[in-house]
């Protein structure tokens, strides 16, 4: 767990040192300490640390604010430190938003940790994943347009269009996907 950096956002100033003390003995960097959302949510924002630790009951923005935002923001995952009468919490939160009961524990506080520095990393791959997919799709979808345009204004079948997009996107050393936007532009100014 060395390199991780930790923000604290909880407004127990005892409870904080505590797991500040903690946190280092295990290895971890706690970078930042707040008692309040807002310069905590402003700090976060200019440090992107690894992993936040927030206080439900934080002054101005509360700790699933925060953790809504930084899951929203991408910045990085939030454990929400709650008391042990909030049990409403988990029934309305419908995001990724990790919490932990008090009174906390050691062995506690270091597995909810591992599990939402785990999740985390796996949600962004996943996004990553999904980003790529995303673009994947819209080049074939510029490709199969532009094919059909060459294909209707050549008179040529389709494995014949997209060969001669092949060879002129060798040619010219343009990526096919830009071919493609410009005969679908092309076509577009032709038509006006």
Partial sequence: MNGIRICLALNQIEEMKKIKVFLTQQGFTV???????????????????????????????????LAEIAEQENIA???VITNSNTGDLWNNSNSGIIFLQRPLTKSGLMQTIQ?????????????????????????????????????????LAESQAYRLMQKRSMDTGTPLRELAKAIILSHQLEDK
């Fill in 31 to 65: 970078i930042d300490e707040s008692t309040d959302g807002a310069s905590a949510l402003r700090r976060i924002k200019t440090l992107q640390p690894d992993l936040i630790i927030a206080d439900a009951d934080l002054p101005g923005i509360n700790g699933i604010q």
């Fill in 77 to 79: 995952p939030v454990i």
């Fill in 115 to 155: 599990l939402s520095l785990l999740s985390y990393r796996k949600i962004m791959s996943l996004k990553e994943e999904i980003k790529k997919l995303k673009a994947q799709l819209e080049e074939r979808k510029l490709i199969e347009k532009a094919k059909g345009i060459i294909m209707e204004k050549y008179g």
